[in-house]
Each structure stands twice: as structure tokens, then as C-alpha cells.
């Protein structure tokens, strides 16, 4: 049985359970990540367990903890990125250079669960989903557990100058996470299937696969460039980039609804 960690909007407030049933009400995710990797997953298996989990899902996240992300991991992101910039040789350059491309996403309290719904920019012409790897990371930057995510963006912003991309990428509504985190090593991370369908007016609009294999970087580096000169004392979340990229006559609409698959682990979102 894979081990998945949810977060649930109980009536007393938001409580996480362990394969389906409430760990105790004041287990925190933001303490159990200042843990070391091997004493954090001998404490959570130590925990007592109570009541099936049944109330609704919320996003994996705490409220105060970070989310980050990584861009231009996949060959198949570089090449879209440079189709839609003014500014193409950026692309290459990051994709190639030793130090990658990390920025900032969203804090905890922003971030849509299963089920909740994402926005796209209303100054924005060409907005996409982009279904990602999220690894879980303790404080040290150890990897504990995935989640998937949805790094929904506008193209058109971004395209406009590379400068823009905070603007581009962070927004209400904006950052997907869920439905939990599946608690695993990095090895058991590196080649998983990843597929996005977009389906408008209940007929599929847009579908793509890739794999993690595909990223360029090892998951252990993309961590490890994160935490090097900034501390994560909650741990935190980082998106590992995307390998599928609607084509430029693809854009979400308000009442699409998204769906990313990360080996068995569904994200689905409306959009708004």
C-alpha cells in the first residue's frame, strides 16, 4: 500500500489523515518536515490513527509554508518557451546553464486543493495549465513525498518579455496542488507518467503525456539549488517543471476543467 498524507475541512478546522484515516488533531506538516527525513517517517508511523477521513479535501499545504517552482526542465518547455518569447535565447541558455531556473509560486493559504477551482488572468490573451511533479521537501531539502500540481500561467505575459513572469505565474487562483502527498523516496519519483487532459462543454479539448524521466535535472538538484542559500525552516513544496505544452491555438476558458495524472495520483480542477 502506497502511504498518502490528505488534508481534510473538518468542522473543527483543517485535519490531516494517513491513508484515509485523521492523524491526531494537533499533527502540524510544517513540524513534521523540520524533521530529519528518517526520524520524521518513524515518528508519523508511530502515530495513532482515528475515524475514516471523509471529510472534504483541502490543498496538502499549510497555510504559512512555501511553494516554489522550477522552469525549463523539459526539452519540450524550452522549445515553447522560445516559440512564444521575444527574447528566445533566454531559454536556452537556463536550460543549458549549471544554476536552473527557481522562483517564487504561491504561499500555503493561496493554493487550491482537488476539487477548488483556478482562474486565469483577465489581462491575459493565452493562459495554459501546466501539469507538474511537486516534490515535498523537508527543511534540510530532503525529499520525503510528491504531490501533483498545477502551475497554471499565462504564455502571453510571460511571452512578452521574460521579465513579466512573476506576473505570469502568480495570481489568485493561480497554483494547484493535490489531492495529497504520496510519502516515497526520489528514486521512486524518476520515471512516473504524467498526463493532462482539458475537457470543455464535457468533450476532451486538449490531452498530453511525458514522464519524470524527462527532466534534465536530477530531483535531488532542483532541492538542493533551492535551499542553498535560503532556508526553508517549514520545509516546502517545489514544482519540477513541465513537459506538456498546449500548442499557441490552445487557451483555458472559464468552465474548463483539468485533470493531470501523476501515476495514479488526480489533480482535477474547474476553471473560473
Not at 490531516?16 to 488533531?25: I, K, N, S, T
Not at 477551482?117 to 495554459?128: G, K, L, Q, T
Not at 500561467?153 to 511571452?159: H, L, N, P, V, Y
Not at 524521466?213 to 542553498?228: T, V, Y
Amino acid at each position: 500500500m502506497r502511504t498518502l498524507l490528505t488534508r481534510h475541512a473538518t468542522a473543527d478546522g483543517p485535519r490531516w489523515a494517513l491513508d484515509g484515516r485523521y492523524l491526531p488533531a494537533d499533527f502540524s506538516l510544517s513540524q513534521w518536515l523540520g524533521l530529519p527525513a528518517t526520524d520524521a517517517r518513524d515518528a508519523l508511523a508511530r502515530l495513532p490513527r482515528e475515524g475514516d477521513a471523509d471529510a472534504p479535501l483541502l490543498a496538502p499545504v499549510e497555510d504559512a509554508q512555501e511553494v516554489w517552482a522550477s522552469g525549463v526542465t523539459y526539452l519540450s518547455s524550452r522549445m515553447a518557451r522560445e516559440a512564444e518569447s521575444q527574447s528566445r535565447d533566454v531559454y536556452q541558455k537556463v536550460y543549458d546553464a549549471e544554476r536552473p531556473e527557481l522562483f517564487f509560486k504561491a504561499t500555503g493559504w493561496r493554493v487550491a486543493g482537488h476539487g477548488a477551482p483556478i482562474r486565469v488572468r483577465a489581462d491575459s490573451a493565452w493562459d495554459v495549465p501546466e501539469p507538474e511533479l511537486v516534490l515535498v521537501l523537508t527543511s534540510a531539502g530532503e525529499i520525503v513525498g510528491y504531490s501533483t500540481g498545477n502551475d497554471v500561467s499565462s504564455r502571453s505575459i510571460e511571452g512578452e518579455n521574460p521579465l513579466y513572469l512573476p506576473q505570469a505565474k502568480v495570481y489568485d487562483g493561480g497554483c494547484a496542488i493535490g489531492p495529497g502527498i504520496r510519502l516515497c523516496d526520489a528514486a521512486q519519483m524518476r520515471d512516473l507518467a504524467v498526463s493532462l487532459e482539458i475537457r470543455r462543454d464535457g468533450a476532451p479539448a486538449f490531452a498530453g503525456t511525458t514522464r519524470t524521466s524527462q527532466i534534465k535535472r536530477s530531483l535531488e538538484e532542483l532541492a538542493g539549488w533551492l535551499l542553498r542559500e535560503l532556508r526553508q525552516p517549514r520545509g516546502a513544496f517545489l514544482f519540477t517543471g513541465t513537459g506538456i505544452v498546449p500548442g499557441e491555438d490552445f487557451t483555458l476558458r472559464s468552465g474548463d476543467v483539468v485533470r493531470i495524472d501523476i501515476d495514479g495520483l488526480i489533480l482535477e480542477n474547474p476553471v473560473q
